[in-house]
């Protein structure tokens, strides 16, 4: 025999339940996701029951059924406090179950004058509804005050009202006055949250635009040089020859550039590297030093200073026959600078 399906009542108070456990973090709480999906399937057992039309008034709403009405609210509340991956999508949804629930509220002519103005600011801007101006210090701190007070007060009524069970079983109209109280303090709580809403999603969406752009050029160039580090791959031409001679062991050159192993020199980088990895690959033909004693024989390489390095001769101060020579040079250089003044050739610009 197929068990009856659990009715309404039965898991609104089983959903409530665990909603209370979640708020007192008791260890053996349901988990939240669990909770919001309680409350999501008594939101769609209420719409496939039809409980609440646009048609009727308050007083046409039983008492039993009077208590649904903060389904909305309840599911809001708790989708504005999980932390979702996306976070923004999570409060999103919340808003909007805060809005189905003013609607209702609105509709059954449950808001007072002063929470009906609040509503009509927040339809004409969701996006920027405060209880407040959010630069002006002083008036948030009086509106924050002012609404602890009523919200006090309505806490107050609401666990008076709900003292006394026996009370409530026998009479149907306390219980109607609690589930009114109850109705009333989720209200004024669901324009606090919207306060509160509306400031995260901002700062949420200013974080996102602020976020910088990824280049997926730039993303393929990271990948490319990581797999690059990965294979032991570098642009350094010594590198590269290092590890061929020495096995890996280090670099060619120490940090002065100083050659710390023999090497080839060519202008053909490419095929040089191809040819590392054939058979008889190129190495190395001679050392440094025989390569500088080949060019040393060949007469590449200046030694010793003379006109060809550019250097002047140093004198043998011992030498008197070449310093009375060096002398007699420099006095006829002077001889002549003073003949021939600085520019006296030059005759092209006189009149």
């Known amino acids: 025999m197929d068990a009856q399906p659990e009715s309404l009542n039965a898991l609104f108070s089983r959903a409530k339940s665990h909603r209370k456990a979640l708020e007192s973090a008791s260890e053996t709480a349901t988990p939240l996701s669990d909770v919001i999906a309680e409350f999501e399937e008594c939101q769609r057992r209420i719409a496939q029951l039809s409980l609440f039309s646009s048609n009727e008034s308050l007083e046409d709403i039983t008492t039993g059924d009077l208590q649904y009405l903060t389904v909305d609210y309840i599911l809001a509340d708790l989708l504005q406090r999980s932390y979702d991956a996306d976070r923004i999508k999570s409060l999103q949804r919340s808003r909007d179950e805060y809005e189905k629930y003013l609607e209702s509220l609105d509709q059954y002519d449950l808001l007072s004058s002063d929470d009906k103005k609040l509503y009509e600011r927040y339809t004409d801007n969701p996006g920027s509804f405060s209880l407040a101006p959010l630069n002006d210090a002083a008036a948030r701190r009086n509106i924050k005050v002012s609404r602890f007070r009523e919200e006090k007060e309505l806490k107050q009524r609401l666990e008076y009202l709900s003292q006394n069970q026996n009370s409530l ?108 990895f054939r058979p008889g690959h190129n190495l190395p033909t001679m050392s440094i030093d025989e390569y500088l004693e080949e060019e040393r024989r060949r007469g590449n390489i200046i030694e010793g200073g003379g006109e060809q390095s550019g250097q002047p001769n140093e004198i043998d101060e011992d030498d008197l026959e070449k310093a009375d020579e060096e002398t007699m040079k420099a006095r006829a250089w002077d001889d002549f600078t003073e003949d021939n003044p600085r520019g006296s050739g030059n005759t092209l610009n006189r009149g």
């Open 169 to 276: 079983q026998a009479d149907d109209d306390l219980v109607r006055q609690l589930y009114l109280a109850e109705i009333k303090l989720y209200m004024h709580q669901t324009f606090q949250a919207l306060d509160m809403l509306s400031q995260e999603l901002s700062m949420l969406a200013s974080a996102q635009a602020a976020a910088p752009v990824t280049n997926p050029a730039y993303e393929d160039d990271a990948r490319r040089r990581d797999q690059r580090d990965k294979s032991g791959f570098s642009d350094r031409l010594d590198v590269g020859l290092g590890q061929s001679i020495r096995g890996g062991t280090g670099p060619l050159l120490n940090k002065k550039g100083v050659p710390l192993q023999p090497f080839v020199l060519t202008s053909k980088r490419s095929e040089f590297q191809k040819g590392v």
